[in-house]
């Protein structure tokens, strides 16, 4: 099973607003509320930052937002800082038999 | 405080085999799915596969199943992943991540460090 399509990168100037898509099939993302999107810093572990599609875990600043249309869904982070410069991973079930996909992954550069 | 501490980082030869684990501390270990994710050099994740460490139950992605074993000791609170027969291409970081809730739902609320598997002759 492909990964779910995300742009390689996007960027942003501090203050301003981004948005990461993220494009599946009907099988997962436009399927199922069950997308999450990770962040992920150089040389360290994956963070859950949105699950079920809009939901925020605990301690996650309200600047990350989720939803989703369609077989799209999209991660957008507010008033952008330069902590915020990272890899963001979104993931979905899939009723294939892998349960879980992951998208390849964008480079959000905060200029 | 909940954690998951991952074995150091291995260097192994083609065609050796490894163990490496995945301690769970700071919640009830038997009543939370374990995912382990392979993350190859400069690339994305990859779902390898979960267990239930209440009974070992266990689902794996289609890609790895065969290549790798998915286990868990409830009586010591930890998880691994093993290779009988390692491949130069299964260098990687391997990440454990406790699921928040059911399998269908890809929620990782809580990961490990990571552990660094280099496979070279």
């Known amino acids: 099973q492909s990964a779910l399509t995300q742009p390689a990168s996007v960027s942003g100037s501090p203050g301003q607003s981004i948005t990461i898509s993220c494009t599946g099939t009907?099988?997962?993302?436009?399927?199922?509320?069950?997308v999450s999107w990770y962040q992920q810093h150089p040389g360290k572990a994956p963070k859950l930052m949105i699950y079920?599609?809009?939901n925020r875990p605990s301690g996650v600043s309200n600047r990350f937002s989720g939803s989703k249309s369609g077989n799209t869904a999209s991660l957008t982070i507010s008033g952008l800082q330069a902590e915020d410069e990272a890899d963001y991973y979104c993931s979905s079930f899939t009723s294939s038999s892998t349960y879980v996909i992951f998208g390849g992954g964008t480079k959000l550069t905060v200029l | 405080e909940v954690q998951l501490v991952q074995s150091g980082a291995e260097v192994k030869k083609p065609g050796e085999s490894l163990k490496i684990s995945c301690k769970g501390s700071g919640y009830s270990f038997t009543t939370y799915w374990i995912a382990w994710v392979r993350q190859m050099p400069g690339k994305g994740l990859e779902w390898m596969g979960i267990i239930y460490p209440g009974d070992s139950d266990s689902r794996y992605n289609p890609s790895f199943q065969g290549q790798v074993s998915i286990s868990a000791d409830k009586s010591i609170n930890t998880a691994y992943l093993q290779w009988s027969s390692l491949k130069a291409s299964d260098t990687a970081v391997y990440y454990c991540?406790?699921?928040?809730?059911?399998?269908?739902?890809?929620?990782?609320?809580?990961w490990g460090q990571g552990t660094l598997v280099t496979v070279s002759s």
């Open positions: 079920d599609v809009s």
């Open positions: 009907s099988s997962d993302v436009g399927g199922y509320n069950f």
């Open positions: 991540s406790r699921l928040r809730s059911i399998p269908t739902r890809p929620d990782y609320d809580y």
